[in-house]
């Protein structure tokens, strides 16, 4: 066992050839017949999944030798020099659980992430926005996991992806294909010498061309890939927009900069939800209809918060009245807040402000490809499933699949096997899929729950976040899920 | 092919998939076992002429091997339980190999030189082939229909080159003793000696091709009264999942009859073994002690 895991892999396609294709194509320029250019991998997709997977396979002294592309319709050297400045904060950000941050550690990542943009939280606040019922979660002092007490680490996208950037051009070795857009993809071709007929062919604008032993789908919700497998995605739309935006707020929590807390609050109309970044500074994520959202988008910026500032504090008849002024929000919620008794710790500190063009919307749906794999194709990330955001676990699920893909080509190098068969995916398929699924079926059924306004359902749930609340044990459960520590009882 | 066959008829199912290729003549499977009968005796008895040039081919193993050709690569057909074996005999080698002092290499850069007899359609031969460990591997099989399946499939693979690996229509007594450099770092013999006339002499010229140092690995299926009572009587005659006479439990051979053939001859020493089980959903688990009822691999080392 030793000596094979110790193995070192050579690429599989085996360097002459790959020189013997070179020489070929410049001693034949005008031939038609140009060579195929061959790799072990190609990915499509240069967002966090795709870039996490590259740099995993690079960082592994077992992958380090496959031939790898990176297809990217985006302007990958844009991304990998963004900068903002220290009071400034990108609309995009996601919560990173520990677990996904172990592995960005672990590939070498973490280290070139902006490490003052990313603030990790350790509390989080959610309550029923129809009951008031609550459920506070921080970590009793005997069930914090080993890993740590923070809950999850929020990030921005581009600081993820920008890191990346710069750890895979440290390491070197990936043919980068930005500004490239994937014109459609096809199979291989017979020659004399071999036979390509099911090796994907992506073919980009422009005309280059690129053979790939194993095809890797990370290229969003839209994965052409995906299509190009034949793989459904089935699922639904949700009816519901999610609003971002980058907030100000009065001060740096109630726990000043040591203690930060993730507050959730359900309304009839979706979650909303507003995490803490670095500062005085939150991201707000608040799912809810597409005629509320073109509104919040629509008001001048003292309404927009003044109704931030409400979805947290009043009542959902309040708010659904705001709702259809088209402007006088702050007036509105000046008067109704000072009638309505609160507890101010429970809740956010007030918004004071919104950094300027952070307002933004997209339509929230739910999609699950049919499987991840097919024959010299894998899909990782939202390519295989789209999620409600309420949990925040979009990114780190793409995580975990990236995680488990490396893994596998990993055991099927040093097994010989060829790592774009069907055969050596298929752990991919039976670790991820699964888990995936009842990640998801969660989410879905806690927004589908927390949709209704009035009625039996709503004290039943109050009911069970109180109850959850009292319940030490099935806490831990909740937060180490949320967290990522519990991926072995699903 | 041969795993072996538990109890529940739920497992039974799952390893019919993976018998049929393991057929021999009717007659000779229908008749009931007698435990440690001398036809095995016989058949491990030490070969009168070593490197003699009488066949190890069973013309009716060589014909039910073309028949199954076609599907030897679909990932869900007959040869399933074999891909899914196949990690492990890698695993095995690597053990095999950090076992003893003694390492052998064919290259400069410590590179192995493989021949795998009885190749089939190349589970082993082309994973081995890809291993940059691997300076070259040749691969042979008298199953005409098989090679063929090897050598295309081989040539979907544009990393497997010719120098990579070979495929030689060939048996071991046709196949030309290499000698000195030509010999080769392992010798490998995967679900093969159940399916050979005169075993012991098969295994005699198969060990001609080892190097000094080097390795002669196999794996095959045991012979007692749990797998004659799973794969005969269960499998064949009563719940009739698997098609009567796929198997002709008397050619089994056991471990300890490997032991014992290798033992008395000169030359060979570290015998190892590693007993493994099918569990559905779960694949090939390495379960100590279970090589004397159902699958294991076994292997040797030839003197320095
Ligand atoms: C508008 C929006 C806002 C979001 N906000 C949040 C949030 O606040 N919090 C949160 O947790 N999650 C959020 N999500 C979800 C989160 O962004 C995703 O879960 C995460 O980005 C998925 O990463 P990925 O790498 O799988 O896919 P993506 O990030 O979608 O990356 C796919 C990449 O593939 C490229 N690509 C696609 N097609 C082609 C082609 N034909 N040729 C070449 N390249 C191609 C794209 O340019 C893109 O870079 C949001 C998603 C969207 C769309
Ligand atoms: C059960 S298959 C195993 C194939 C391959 N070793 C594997 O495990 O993937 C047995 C193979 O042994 C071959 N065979 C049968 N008799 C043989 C003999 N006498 N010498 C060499 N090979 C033989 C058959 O043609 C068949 O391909």
Redesign the pocket.
Same mark, same amino acid.
């Given at each position: 066992m030793d000596s094979i895991t110790r193995r070192r892999a050579a690429a599989y396609v085996c360097r002459s050839c790959i020189r013997r294709t070179y020489t070929q194509r410049h001693q034949r320029t005008y031939s038609s017949a140009v060579q195929p250019d061959i790799y072990d991998v190609v990915c499509? /997709?240069?967002?966090?999944?795709?870039?996490?997977l590259l740099t995993a396979l690079r960082a592994s002294p077992v992958t380090s030798h496959l031939r790898i592309a990176l297809?990217? +319709? #985006?302007d990958l050297s844009k991304i990998q020099s963004w900068k903002l400045p220290p009071d400034r904060f990108s $609309?995009?950000?996601?919560?990173l659980t520990p677990s996904s941050a172990l592995f960005l550690d672990k590939i070498g990542a973490w280290d070139h992430l902006a490490r003052d943009r990313i603030q990790p939280y350790h509390e989080m606040q959610v309550w029923d926005g129809v009951s008031d019922a609550r459920i506070e979660f921080n970590w009793a002092p005997d069930a914090a996991p080993s890993a740590g007490t923070t809950i999850a680490y929020m990030t921005e $996208?581009l600081n993820l992806?920008s890191g990346l950037l710069r750890r895979l051009a440290q390491l070197g070795g990936v043919s980068v294909f930005g500004n490239?857009?994937?014109?459609n993809i096809s199979f291989g071709e017979q020659t004399e010498a071999q036979d390509l007929r099911e090796w994907p062919v992506v073919n980009?604008a422009g005309g280059k061309q690129l053979v790939a032993r194993l095809l890797v789908g +990370?290229?969003? +919700? $839209?994965? *052409?890939v995906r299509s190009f497998a034949g793989i459904e995605a089935r699922g639904w739309d949700y009816g519901r927009h999610?609003v971002?935006a980058t907030l100000e707020l009065q001060g740096q929590g109630w726990g000043g900069d040591q203690m930060k807390t993730a507050y959730q609050r359900f309304l009839p109309t979706g979650p909303v939800a507003m995490l803490p970044l670095p500062g005085n500074y939150s991201?707000l994520?608040w799912s809810t209809t597409p005629e509320n959202a073109s509104l919040l988008k629509r008001l001048p910026t003292k309404d927009f918060v003044a109704l931030v500032n409400a979805a947290f504090q009043l009542s959902p008849a309040d708010l659904e009245f705001m709702h259809t002024q088209s402007e006088g929000q702050a007036e509105e919620y000046s008067w109704r807040s000072e009638h309505t008794p609160f507890h101010s710790e429970i809740i956010p500190q007030a918004v004071t402000g919104v950094q300027e063009g952070t307002i +933004?919307?997209?339509p929230l749906k739910m999609r699950h490809a049919d499987t991840y794999i097919g024959e010299r194709v894998a899909l990782?990330?939202?390519?295989?499933h789209?999620?409600h *955001?309420l949990a /925040?676990?979009?990114? $780190? #699920? /793409?995580q975990g699949?990236v995680q488990s893909l490396a893994n596998t080509i990993e055991y099927a190098v040093n097994h010989g096997q060829d790592i774009g068969g069907r055969l050596s995916l298929e752990p991919y398929l039976a670790e991820r899929y699964t888990a995936n699924h009842v990640l998801m079926g969660v989410c879905d059924k806690l927004h589908k729950l927390y949709s209704v306004g009035s009625g039996p359902i709503v004290s039943l749930r109050s009911l069970g976040l109180n109850a959850v609340n009292s319940l030490g044990p099935l806490k831990t459960f909740v937060m180490s899920q949320a967290a990522g520590h519990g991926t072995k009882v699903f | 092919m041969r795993s072996s066959l538990r109890h529940t008829p739920a497992l039974l199912r799952h390893a019919r998939a993976a018998r049929p290729s393991c057929r021999v003549p009717l007659a000779a499977a229908v008749q009931s076992p007698t435990l440690g009968a001398p036809a095995l005796a016989l058949a491990l008895a030490p070969a009168s002429t070593r490197a003699s040039s009488s066949s190890s081919v069973n013309p009716s193993e060589i014909s039910h091997f073309n028949a199954l050709a076609a599907t030897w690569w679909d990932p869900h057909g007959s040869s399933r339980i074999l891909h899914l074996m196949n990690p492990l005999r890698h695993d095995f080698i690597g053990t095999c190999r950090a076992s003893s002092p003694t390492v052998t290499s064919s290259t400069p850069a410590g590179q192995l030189r493989y021949l795998d007899v009885g190749c089939g359609g190349g589970i082993f031969a082309e994973s081995a082939a890809r291993l940059p460990s691997t300076a070259s591997v040749t691969a042979i099989d008298p199953s005409p229909g098989v090679l063929a399946v090897a050598r295309s499939h081989a040539a979907r693979d544009p990393g497997l080159t010719a120098e990579k690996l070979e495929y030689i229509s060939a048996t071991i007594e046709t196949l030309p003793p290499g000698g000195g450099n030509k010999d080769f770092d392992v010798v490998t013999l995967f679900e093969v000696v159940e399916h050979v006339d005169n075993p012991a002499a098969f295994l005699d010229r198969c060990g001609e091709f080892v190097k000094p140092g080097g390795w002669l690995v196999m794996s095959t299926i045991a012979r007692t009264w749990t797998s004659w009572f799973t794969t005969n009587l269960m499998a064949e005659d009563i719940l009739g999942v698997v098609p009567k006479g796929t198997h002709d439990w008397r050619k089994y051979i056991n471990e300890d009859e490997l032991r014992a053939h290798f033992r008395g001859k000169s030359g060979w020493s570290s015998p190892r073994v590693m007993g493994v089980v099918y569990f559905p959903g779960l694949g090939w688990k390495e379960v100590r002690g279970s090589e004397k009822i159902g699958n294991y691999f076994f292997a040797v080392q030839k003197n320095a």
């Open positions: 499509v /997709g240069g967002g966090p999944a795709g870039l996490s297809v990217e +319709a #985006q $609309n995009r950000c996601s919560s $996208n992806t490239a857009k994937v014109e980009l +990370a290229d969003g +919700a $839209n994965s *052409p999610g971002v991201t994520v +933004a919307s997209f990782v990330g939202d390519a295989a789209t999620i *955001p /925040g676990q979009g990114l $780190n #699920q /793409g699949d | -």
